[in-house]
């Protein structure tokens, strides 16, 4: 047997299998996920759903697969030809040791460079600090307003009136209306959250639209929107299109919300909730004062008892005396605590009352019927004014008027044949019919002959 030579080194054989394994793994941890852009060619749609094509460009080209789960997201139809943007984790096939692309997400080329743009201002407004959440302030409680920053007329704002209804109707909503999609969008955006800041009428407000392309909730993803959101002093939640959506407004606002609906359950408590709590309060309240003057009437009785254990006399007066007396002041201390307690519960209820929807639609009824009767009295107003201007008019008319010419004298002539009002002698000739006019009654007569002057 030859001697073994320890200088030579072992050698590590791998079979191909296992080398595509190891490859596969320096490939997929080597890199990050990456948005690569191309033209589909080569594109393979088998029964399985999964689709395949080549990816490439004026030099290269590179081998993709995208998934059936995947695939079932897409917004388009991809084609042989189609301009694309997509995210993908590099990878190898083992079967045949080629390397290709794992795909994730693929949009149009359109989106894609909305896609770019948005990713450059995110890691800008990053950089920035706008979305650090040490500056982000609380949400209130129990808003006493809440504005909302939409368009009137979108599904967005019912989807949130119906909810605060539900859960908090005596919550008032002011609503700031603004474009929310399209040219100008942004610009009236950033006037209604600066309107809303200036203002002050709310403790809150609301940022929100329904969902959309990325081209419909671009306006959200403005800049001039984004610092507008992070100079406003009042808290800011932001719930623009549906779960999966997500725009810059959201990095920047206070809070975030996957849906309008969502957003309004953010900022409203639950009326039932609150009114439980408080009856909660109440019975808690009660059990503890009766646990107090429990406790106070054992250590009385206790004080008692060593009172009638200690020496007879005048001691024994004075300390009964003395006992008296703090028997009267616990007594008055804990029922003027008692008082204070339940004055703070009238408080508390009275406040839940006059939040009652009931009370605000009859003082809204009582305004309805006030704007009513003034109005009533306006349009009378108007209607007399209107009335006495006219029969000023009618005199003015009157007097005016050719009949009133007539009555001082005055007559008028015409030419029969076309009823043409005479004004000069050579405008008739002889032979012609004529009729005057006079204040009272006509005259029919011939033309014999003209004169001029």
């Given at each position: 047997?030859?001697?073994?030579?320890?200088?030579?080194?072992?050698?590590?054989?791998?079979?191909?299998?296992?080398?595509?394994?190891?490859?596969r793994?320096?490939?997929?941890?080597?890199?990050?996920?990456?948005?690569?852009?191309?033209?589909?060619?080569?594109?393979?749609?088998?029964?399985?759903?999964?689709?395949?094509?080549?990816?490439?460009?004026?030099?290269?080209?590179?081998?993709?697969?995208?998934?059936?789960n995947?695939?079932?997201?897409l917004?388009?139809?991809?084609?042989?030809?189609?301009?694309?943007?997509?995210?993908?984790?590099?990878?190898?096939?083992?079967?045949?040791?080629?390397?290709?692309?794992?795909?994730?997400?693929?949009?149009?080329?359109?989106?894609?460079?909305?896609?770019?743009?948005?990713?450059?201002?995110?890691?800008?407004?990053?950089?920035?600090?706008?979305?650090?959440?040490?500056?982000?302030?609380?949400?209130?409680?129990?808003?006493?307003?809440?504005?909302?920053?939409?368009?009137?007329?979108?599904?967005?704002?019912?989807d949130?009136?119906?909810?605060?209804?539900?859960?908090?109707?005596?919550?008032?909503?002011?609503?700031?209306?603004?474009?929310?999609?399209?040219?100008?969008?942004?610009?009236?955006?950033?006037?209604a959250?600066?309107?809303?800041?200036e203002?002050?009428?709310?403790?809150?407000?609301?940022?929100?639209?329904?969902?959309?392309?990325?081209?419909?909730?671009?306006?959200?993803?403005?800049?001039?929107v984004?610092?507008?959101?992070?100079?406003?002093?009042?808290?800011?939640?932001?719930?623009?299109?549906?779960?999966?959506?997500?725009?810059?407004s959201?990095?920047?606002?206070?809070?975030?919300?996957?849906?309008?609906?969502?957003a309004?359950?953010?900022?409203?408590?639950?009326?039932?909730?609150?009114?439980?709590?408080?009856?909660?309060?109440?019975?808690?309240?009660?059990?503890?004062?009766?646990?107090?003057?429990?406790?106070?009437?054992?250590?009385?009785?206790?004080?008692?008892?060593?009172?009638?254990q200690?020496?007879?006399?005048?001691?024994?007066?004075?300390?009964?005396?003395?006992?008296?007396?703090?028997?009267?002041?616990?007594?008055?201390?804990?029922?003027?605590?008692?008082?204070?307690?339940?004055?703070?519960?009238?408080?508390?209820?009275?406040?839940?009352?006059?939040?009652?929807?009931?009370?605000?639609?009859?003082?809204?009824?009582?305004?309805?019927?006030?704007l009513?009767?003034?109005?009533?009295?306006c349009?009378?107003?108007?209607?007399?004014?209107?009335?006495?201007?006219l029969?000023?008019?009618?005199?003015?008319?009157?007097?005016?008027?050719?009949?009133?010419?007539l009555?001082?004298?005055?007559?008028?002539?015409l030419?029969?044949?076309?009823?043409?009002?005479?004004?000069?002698?050579?405008?008739?000739?002889?032979?012609?019919?004529?009729?005057?006019?006079?204040?009272?009654?006509?005259?029919?007569?011939?033309?014999?002959?003209?004169?001029?002057?």
């Amino acid at each position: 047997m030859p001697a073994r030579d320890d200088t030579t080194p072992q050698r590590n054989i791998f079979s191909v299998s296992r080398l595509n394994r190891e490859a596969r793994a320096l490939l997929e941890g080597g890199f990050p996920r990456l948005w690569v852009e191309g033209e589909i060619s080569n594109l393979a749609r088998p029964a399985s759903g999964h689709l395949y094509f080549t990816l490439k460009d004026a030099r290269a080209q590179v081998s993709c697969a995208l998934f059936r789960n995947r695939a079932l997201r897409l917004d388009f139809t991809p084609e042989n030809g189609t301009q694309v943007l997509l995210q993908a984790q590099v990878s190898l096939y083992e079967a045949r040791g080629n390397y290709q692309l794992i795909v994730d997400r693929m949009e149009a080329a359109g989106d894609g460079a909305l896609r770019r743009a948005f990713e450059v201002l995110k890691a800008k407004l990053y950089a920035e600090g706008l979305f650090d959440p040490d500056r982000k302030q609380p949400l209130p409680e129990l808003p006493r307003c809440i504005g909302v920053v939409t368009s009137p007329g979108g599904a967005a704002i019912r989807d949130v009136l119906t909810v605060l209804g539900r859960r908090f109707p005596a919550i008032p909503v002011i609503i700031y209306p603004t474009q929310v999609q399209g040219d100008g969008a942004a610009a009236q955006i950033v006037r209604a959250l600066q309107r809303a800041g200036e203002r002050a009428d709310c403790d809150v407000l609301l940022l929100t639209r329904g969902g959309g392309s990325l081209e419909d909730l671009w306006p959200f993803n403005e800049e001039t929107v984004a610092r507008a959101v992070y100079a406003c002093p009042l808290p800011v939640v932001s719930a623009v299109g549906h779960e999966i959506d997500t725009v810059i407004s959201d990095y920047v606002a206070d809070a975030r919300a996957a849906t309008p609906s969502a957003a309004a359950e953010l900022l409203s408590p639950d009326q039932n909730e609150l009114a439980a709590r408080v009856r909660q309060l109440e019975n808690r309240l009660l059990t503890l004062t009766r646990q107090h003057l429990q406790s106070a009437a054992e250590q009385l009785e206790r004080l008692t008892q060593r009172i009638q254990q200690s020496h007879p006399g005048r001691r024994l007066q004075q300390q009964a005396q003395r006992l008296d007396e703090l028997d009267a002041r616990l007594r008055r201390g804990w029922q003027y605590r008692l008082a204070r307690q339940q004055a703070r519960l009238d408080a508390l209820r009275n406040r839940l009352e006059h939040c009652n929807p009931q009370q605000q639609l009859q003082r809204l009824a009582a305004r309805t019927a006030q704007l009513a009767q003034q109005l009533e009295y306006c349009i009378n107003k108007q209607v007399a004014q209107r009335h006495e201007k006219l029969a000023v008019l009618a005199r003015a008319l009157d007097a005016v008027s050719p009949l009133a010419t007539l009555q001082r004298g005055y007559s008028i002539t015409l030419r029969r044949r076309d009823a043409a009002v005479l004004q000069d002698a050579r405008e008739v000739s002889a032979g012609e019919q004529l009729e005057t006019r006079l204040a009272n009654g006509r005259i029919f007569s011939q033309v014999t002959g003209t004169k001029v002057p």
